[in-house]
């Protein structure tokens, strides 16, 4: 039997998308592709990533055997000229000519370039292909100032363009009062205006190009408002118009304004001619996204197929990073009132803006933008979409809750199985979850494989991965918590492995129970329960790769690269001695100094080469590490207590000093605080810390799991009244418990709260030892506290380690050349992040 | 032999560091070199990590995620394959990576990237 012959006129995405999803259905079709450009369907949406290395290859949609395995016939730079309707045919520009059941119109757009003199001149360009890229970028090697007519999306992504290319000054010229008028408001425009404009973009609004002059060359640019820009280059992106001149020429019914009439089977006035993508108009418009576009050419297969789907209009909700500024727009955004309620949030500091509009009756989610922070975006569109009854409290949706619980995920849930998840894919919520329940899917990369969801533009991904754990808990699945690809453990399941087989190193841990060659996140938790486990200097057996760069370098790194010098300060005490030589050594390697938040001084601005001689003088004073770059305890902060204070019940300082010194350079999930307090005024803030102690009449009270930072927390009583011996018992009990159970990079205070029990479980853990571990855990941090040594001290002391404090290794005297610093107060600081191509 | 007009000679292969990295000067030019020395492959990049133009890669964690060789750069764990340059936390941006050979105990960097 003869096959069905269907001729598709593009090679674009849409074009692409058309022949995979056809070739997915059915086998019964003959198809030949013919495309004008040179290149098989590439990426057009993250075309801009041409300039930061990638290839076209790299943006190819296919693999160069692909069309051939699929049985299609591709021909490249060999577009068709003239259609015979009567006939059946088609023919190409090579002169000759193939016959058709079903043509397909998928000959996208072309970018519109208004009727300005000058725009011929040399030095003006379009950003639609690689091969304008090409252009744009030889040209740009020779020019210092650019400009963009259009601040719409394409618009910013060529100013984005020519920054990557190195123009010093970039302009946008929009006709319009706002910047992309299509998906923001007046006031999300004017955020994003300030945040383009930090990055060195000069925007200018309600311009008006009227002609463009130079000899053969672009040299200025002139508007209607009599002022006029000069210029080297300039690229038009004012728009897109649609490729329709090949669909009129043969009679084919075509819009007013442009575009290939078609009905929601994606069918031309002629009932063997479709048309989708940016070259199709439906119901009026031209629907210039990639995800409509994708969803057009699945109407079509499936009808082919014999199916029955319609194309019915398309959400043109959008999520996007513009020049690393996130802006998304959703459902009706620009409704306002009395139509709706509108809820703004703005935050000129951070650069946010959220807007949401809400149902007069407060029940529903209307639309809505964000700039600045997208992350509400895909639970916003959900609640939009799906028609979710809003909570009491609907600025929760774009402050986060203020109660402190945690709704995460409890979103998800609500959802119907219909809601659309990928809108690039259309896949639903009902798919994702049955790919996990039906087809065993185990991971994200057996749902995109599986469903396609998140393959396109990705930005569901973290809705994706909420729904397969979701569902593996409501099927009583046991979601482990592995490490990583390298390691099919839990971190309190490797902390015994590594106990019960006395690894000491990372390459012996990977050897043993991992594979590959690890990566950033298993090297520093390994290392950590190393550390915790052996006490040993972390830096030796080759366990100093796997630490993170401020363990690496026993400093923290600072902007610019050079690095802080904080030594231990226990208690917060210190002579006027050693204040003195604290004072001399910033003087003399020139550091900058100030007392941190925990009672010390903090030197900054050290050089990587520097650090070891620093730290000889410090360690020949009697200074030893701070730790302040370690998961470990910092500092135990105190008031000064009974001795000075009048109102003071017991020598917090003195307690303080000893806890510190008991505790320094354990290593734990995460760093841990404390404090002592010597009264009920709580001067010293110990309800804040990890572990906080509390002067009473009769002795101590113990406080544990607080924190200060992002999130803070009050710390929970635990036990009153200790005398000064049984509470460092109990705090060495609780530390323990809290270092082999805790996964990584966990604070006490989120370590408790995913407790079961919470603070009474934890209680009975540690005061009356219900899980008979205490005598085992008090020997273990005995073992640390015995092990304890200044690695500092070792460092300096040891020349192997030593060696590696220099920046470079074919240089070793010399410091790194780029760091800059700048006078600040009569002090130095570190020169700004220099302005880039901010990710 | 050789061809010093193309290689740059930037260390003995037992000053590089074993699963790390090293930062390597080449007059104006700063080049991050890294040894896995259970692969036993060397790859070298810009030292400059696109995201914040910091002067960090040589200090950052290498490893590898399915089979690609990476580096995570120290300051805000931004990661880069070491095969290709590209980024891999998602982001639109690469650096440049150079070619090593290693002769009599010498590590050479390619002076162009590839």
Known sequence: MKKTQIIVIGNGMVGYKFCEKLKSKSESFNLIVFGEECRRAYDRVHLSEYFNGKTAEDLSLSTATWYEEQNITLFLSNPITKIDRDFKMVYAADGLSYSYDYLVFATGSAAFVPTIPGVEKDGVFVYRTIEDLELISEFAKKAKTGAVIGGGLLGLEAAKALIDLGIEQTHIIEFAPRLMPRQIDVAGSEMLKSKLADLGLKIHLNKNTTSIVGDGKIAAMQFSDDTNLEVDMLVISAGIKPRDELAKACGIEVGQRGGILVNEKMQTSDPSVFAIGECALYDGMIYGLIAPGYEMAEVLAANLCEGDKEFTGFDMSTKLKLIGIDVASFGDNFIDEPDCRTIIFENKHKGIYSRINVSNDGQYLLGGILIGDATAYNMLLQTVNNKIVLPENPEELIFGSRSGGESDGAGITSLPDSALICSCEGVSKGDICSAVTDQNCENLDDIKKCTKAGTGCGGCIPMVKDLMVHTFKSQGKYVKNVICEHFNYSRQELFDLIHIHELKSYDEVLNEFGKNDGCEVCKPLVASLLASLWNEMILKKGNDVAQDSNDRFLANIQKGGSYSVVPRVPGGEITPDKLIIIGEVAKKYNLYTKITGGQRIDMFGAHLNDLPIIWEELIAAGFESGHAYGKGLRTVKSCVGSTWCRFGLHDSVSYAIRIEERYRGIRAPHKFKSAVSGCIRECAEAQSKDFGIIATEKGWNLYVCGNGGSKPQHALLLATDLDSETCIKYIDRFLMFYIRTADPLTRTATWLNKMEGGIDYLRNVVINDSLGMAEQWEQEIENLISSYKCEWKEAVENPAIRKRFSHFVNAPEEKDPTIEFVDMRGQKRVAEWKTSNQI | ?114
């Open chain 2, 1 to 114: 032999m050789t061809d010093t007009s193309n290689w740059l000679a930037a260390c003995r292969v037992e000053d590089a560091v074993e699963n790390g990295g090293v930062c390597v000067k080449n007059g104006e030019e700063q080049i991050a070199l890294f040894y896995f020395k259970r692969r036993n492959e060397w790859f070298a990049t810009q030292n400059e990590c696109p995201h914040r133009k910091q002067m960090a890669l040589s200090r950052g964690m290498i490893g590898s995620t399915t089979d690609e060789p990476k580096v995570a750069c120290p300051f805000h764990k931004k990661t880069f394959s070491l095969h290709t340059g590209e980024c891999l936390s998602g982001d639109e941006c690469a650096i440049k990576t150079y070619p090593v050979k290693i002769d009599n105990g010498i590590v050479y960097i390619g002076k162009s990237p590839k």
